[in-house]
């Protein structure tokens, strides 16, 4: 089964902006994934703190 494609008005694919990784608001190379990584960091350091 295909999965449907997603159309978000502030993450854009281009192929030549970071090799056609997602990044957020047209023209810049914030990736998606970094962002994603960075929250995940910051969750479980958050975690062990605790």
């Not at 089964?1 to 990784?21: F, L, N, W």
């Amino acid at each position: 089964m295909a999965q449907a494609k997603t159309v978000h008005p502030y993450i854009t694919q281009d192929e030549r902006i970071s090799r056609g990784s997602p990044v957020l608001i047209r023209g810049t190379r914030v990736r998606v994934l970094a962002i994603v990584l960075q929250y995940e960091y910051l969750r479980r350091s958050s975690c062990r703190e605790s």
